[in-house]
């Protein structure tokens, strides 16, 4: 199978909770198709990259590896562009994702890019579907600045290489999949160009870069600031410029490019969302001791229930968070599972900790008593999680008597906060039968499970013949009327 997994846009960033919608995160991501928009003397135009990790392919008969992509440019429902391409693994051993970048000269407008990529070695799969939206705004006769291109790493390439579209200015970039920052980088290469007509060129200018950081509300903090002093003597400059991320912490940054004028009024400005992990920077945080800790609440806490308050906080923090707790439960170490929970809750509550964690604890204690089934805790159960997490959902659809399938229950939210989307769902079933083992098999928010064939799941043990339909020779993913069902009606209506 091949799980093409990420849409996303090189000037806007989406993990589970961006400014705006470019990405859509649908599983663990073996495959990235992103965009920027830049302008030229001859118009604007739209890079598409496409990123396929080889290992994620299923191999032909001849060996052979390989993925296509349809590409489909709408406008005011009009095919304004379509396009084809298949991407060949190398016929080297190299596991390493293997890139390409396609060009489309566009005018000025707003556009709908739909993707759709599959394995060819592996057609039986359903085709993986993205969508995304492009606005295209340039000025000839105005100073401009291009989408900023994130790369994950840059290198020189000789004159042959010159004619590929990842090349600029002699540099190689292979783009930065999901703008995300992984462990074990100290950084990445942004490049952006700089726009100056004819009659604004050989003038001082000064481009400023920022990396921002984002508080609890989404606003913007500026953390680091750096200029460049230039003066543009053709239309396109372009500027290549390396960011450190080892002195940030794990989490959502901007990285904003400034053109000024030399009166230091701004021109033209882009911004970009990347994400960083850097646990070794997080834990150093997260191990300080704040001012308060020596009378904290938490030296009340007994030994026996240091693990139980540490497990129940897991489903709620964010990854940084959750690796270093998950390092502290296996420590054993009193005092430093003591301070990790004091550290938790001065952040939920600077003022008023304790009262955070007894509130908290007691909600843990009642999704405990209500999910909790021989093997483990009710927080750690599938809707003990969700419940944690998201909260009390608005609406609980509790379905025993379905005779096609096992008891099931779908959770309705309105809104979810955390991912800023609305609304969301979440089906659980119960295919053991017994009293608590309920498995989330599919939700419609960010980041969670999805399974385009939940209801083939759920309906699994049906006999009858009318079971399954089939789309265009396509393993089908949903179920024909029978009497009972109503999962997919109760799923919809709600």
Same mark, same amino acid.
């Given at each position: ?26 599983? &663990? ?119 900023? &291109? ?50 604004? &060129? ?252 939940? &209801? ?39």
């Amino acid at each position: 199978m091949f799980p093409l997994t990420y849409l996303y846009s090189m000037r806007f960033y989406l993990l589970f909770f961006a400014l705006s919608t470019s990405l859509l995160a649908l599983a &663990q991501p073996k495959a990235s198709v992103g965009f920027s928009t830049f302008n030229s003397e001859n118009g604007p135009y739209v890079e598409v990259y496409l990123s396929v990790e080889r290992s994620s392919l299923e191999k032909s008969p001849t060996g052979k590896q390989s993925a296509v992509f349809t590409l489909l440019f709408n406008q005011d429902d009009q095919i304004r562009q379509a396009d084809k391409i298949e991407l060949i693994a190398p016929t080297d051993d190299d596991d390493r994702n293997f890139i390409e970048a396609i060009r489309y000269f566009m005018p000025n407008g707003k556009y709908r890019l739909s993707v759709e990529g599959i394995d060819n070695a592996d057609t039986s799969q359903l085709a993986l579907k993205l969508a995304a939206d492009i606005v295209v705004d340039y000025a000839q006769d105005s100073i401009g600045l291009s989408d900023l &291109q994130l790369s994950a790493m840059s290198y020189e390439v000789d004159s042959a290489g010159h004619h590929h579209t990842l090349v600029k200015g002699g540099l190689f970039l292979e783009p930065l999949p999901q703008n995300f920052v992984k462990r074990q980088m100290d950084g990445f290469t942004a490049y952006v160009e700089a726009y100056y007509p004819e009659k604004f &060129q050989n003038v001082p200018s000064l481009l400023e870069y920022t990396i921002v950081s984002f508080d609890d509300s989404g606003k913007a903090n500026d953390i680091f600031r750096k200029t460049k002093r230039f003066e543009a003597s053709n239309f396109t400059t372009p500027f290549f410029i390396n960011i450190n991320t080892q002195s940030l912490a794990s989490g959502r940054y901007g990285l904003r490019m400034s053109l000024r004028d030399k009166s230091l009024q701004t021109i033209a400005e882009k911004l970009s969302i990347f994400v960083v992990s850097n646990p070794d920077k997080d834990k150093r945080a997260l191990s300080a001791k704040p001012a308060t800790y020596e009378d904290s609440f938490v030296h009340d806490i007994s030994p026996d229930s240091l693990k139980y308050v540490l497990r129940s906080i897991l489903p709620i923090v964010e990854a940084a968070e959750s690796d270093y707790l998950e390092g502290v439960i296996r420590s054993d170490n009193e005092e430093a599972q003591k301070l990790a929970i004091s550290n938790h809750f001065a952040g939920e509550s600077a003022e008023h900790p304790e009262v955070a964690y007894k509130s908290y604890l007691k909600i843990v204690r009642e999704i405990d008593a209500a999910f909790k089934n021989g093997f483990r805790k009710g927080f750690e159960s599938d809707r003990g999680y969700v419940y944690l997490k998201y909260g009390q959902p608005d609406d609980r659809v509790i379905v025993n008597e379905d005779p096609s399938a096992p008891p099931y229950e779908i959770w309705i939210y309105n809104y979810v906060e955390r991912t800023f989307q609305g609304p969301g769902k979440f089906l659980f079933y119960n295919p053991n039968l017994d009293n608590a083992s309920f498995s989330l098999l599919h939700s419609t928010v960010r980041g969670e499970i999805r399974e385009p064939r939940w &209801q083939r799941i759920l309906y699994s043990r049906s006999s009858a013949s009318d079971s399954f339909i089939d789309q265009d020779g396509v393993q089908g993913t949903d179920v024909g009327d029978h009497v009972g069902r109503y999962a997919d009606e109760y799923f919809a209506d709600f």
